[in-house]
């Protein structure tokens, strides 16, 4: 398949990009529900958590989700 640059190629299927929506869904919805975040700054919580310990996206909401 083709990536977004010329010489990459796309490495996720639809499958697995559908799954990585529902898990940062779910993840949103508990930090907004435990804690009081609308979902624009639980999306933001986790991006920052994200960048702060070098993990993509899906794995911090993985984690959020898995320390509930």
Excluded at 3 to 27: H, I, M, Q, V, Y
Aim: net charge positive; glycine share 8%.
């Amino acid at each position: 398949s083709v990536g977004l640059f010329p010489g990459t190629a796309w490495k996720g299927s639809a499958a697995d990009a559908e799954d990585e929506r529902l898990l940062l869904e779910r993840a949103k919805g508990l930090l907004m529900e435990r804690h009081g975040f609308t979902e624009k700054q639980a999306h933001r919580f986790l991006q920052k958590k994200s960048m702060e310990t070098r993990r993509k996206l899906p794995e911090s909401a993985r984690l959020t989700l898995s320390v509930s």
